[in-house]
């Protein structure tokens, strides 16, 4: 069974900064994507950025680009989600994701498993 736990929400005032980590558990974390993705109140659920399995690869969102940063540590089972310069409109609840299968940096479809989020509020 998959777990996916992230961590590192919180409130912080616009053009702050926050660390999001995502622990995994129940397969072979280093041979997956990893994606964060975002939902805010009354918005369907966005693609933030996306990793490869080697952090060779990354995508992310025309929103985030040059600010958000995404990486992982395979020797820990995590990813992370490095987020500055926030604004209030990344005011969301953030969740980590992982692909299905090996192989591919999706920004939508193919992330099977899900972990439970974290609220992420930027005050303006």
């Known amino acids: 069974q998959v777990q996916l736990v992230e961590s590192g929400g919180g409130l912080v005032q616009a053009g702050g900064s926050l660390r999001l980590s995502c622990a995994a558990s129940?397969?072979?974390?280093?041979?997956?994507?990893m994606g964060w993705f975002r939902q805010a109140p009354g918005k369907e659920r966005e693609f933030v950025a996306a990793i490869n399995w080697s952090a060779e690869l990354t995508q992310y969102a025309d929103s985030v680009k040059g600010r958000f940063t995404i990486s992982r540590d395979n020797a820990k089972s995590a990813a992370y989600l490095q987020m500055n310069s926030l604004k209030p409109e990344d005011t969301a609840v953030y969740y980590c994701?992982?692909?299905?299968?090996?192989?591919?940096?999706?920004?939508?479809?193919?992330?099977?498993?899900w972990g439970q989020g974290t609220q992420v509020t930027v005050s303006s």
């Open positions: 129940g397969r072979t974390f280093s041979a997956y994507t």
């Open positions: 994701a992982t692909t299905l299968v090996a192989g591919g940096i999706p920004r939508t479809g193919g992330y099977a498993y």
